[in-house]
């Protein structure tokens, strides 16, 4: 049973049930959801104070049908049978009356171990509308160390270094060395007098818009990629799998979108992500944009190995 702050051990894997697959058991698939900084706690709490509408459904329908279909069992029965208990009557008699009924089939999906993506527009045509907002995504993401526990701060008046790209608000300026840097002022694309904590969740809302909700990479591009050294990075069958979108954060300079591909139906390890970045590309840079990256871990998994995992694939559009 999922419950509010309850560990569930899995002992074939070593650790506690986590929140987005409590979210899953309840029938609830977490990448659909608007989720934005949420903790593995809050993921918890939320699995656990919700319900399965398919389970709750199912209960509802029984409860109306019992009556009835006891009454059908009872008048199927032989009298001696009915001396024995309704227990036994509905047991013995239960296979009689749903043939009676006449069912429709149950329906089945014929397995496949080819994935055949949904026909809908290129990623690119995404990028291309993100990357038109990728100056506003600067100008609301997090410009200044107070706001990196997801305080926003009011003000629109930001410095930045021009040579390490350290930023920080007037707020907070006069607790740092400013005069050791080449401190300039940004310019931010923010209406005229509209509170920056409107903006950012304005901006929160709209990039969500714009972001595709999966991902899938063509069967040709995971061929080429496959190539290099005899496929070093491990992407062989990538074309298989669908990456679903499953966090937005607001990061230093620029907005960050993770896509996730799981195995075993998106219940296992994840096994490859897209990270796609919107804002500044180089941090403390003026240039802005939009980027891709693929990374994938099924070599990792395979071999148990550990350390920093390179990506395998990058995608930059420039602004404009």
Partial sequence: CITPRGRVFLPHLGRSLLGPEKLLLQGIPYFRLNLANETEVNMSDLAGNAMSLSVVSACTLAGLCSREFRKQCEASATKEDMGKGAKFVINKYADKVLKKAKLPPRACMKPSTVFSPPKGSDALDAFKRLANKAAEAFSTS??????????????????????????????????YRCDTHNMQPIKTCLPVGQKRSTSVQDFNNEIRQLLPAQLYIPKDAVSKLAEVEGDVYGVKGMDNFVFHLSRVANDRQRWRAFYKARANNGTGNCIAQIEVIVGALIIGSDEYGVE?????????????????????????????
């Fill in 142 to 175: 997090t410009l200044c160390t107070c706001e990196t526990s997801g305080r926003v701060q009011e003000s629109n008046n930001f410095i930045m270094c021009a040579d390490s790209g350290a930023s920080c608000c007037d707020v907070c300026a006069p607790q």
């Fill in 292 to 320: 891709a990256k693929l990374f994938c871990y099924q070599p990792t998994l395979d071999n148990d190995v550990r350390g920093v995992v390179e990506e395998c694939l990058r995608l930059r559009y420039p602004a404009g």
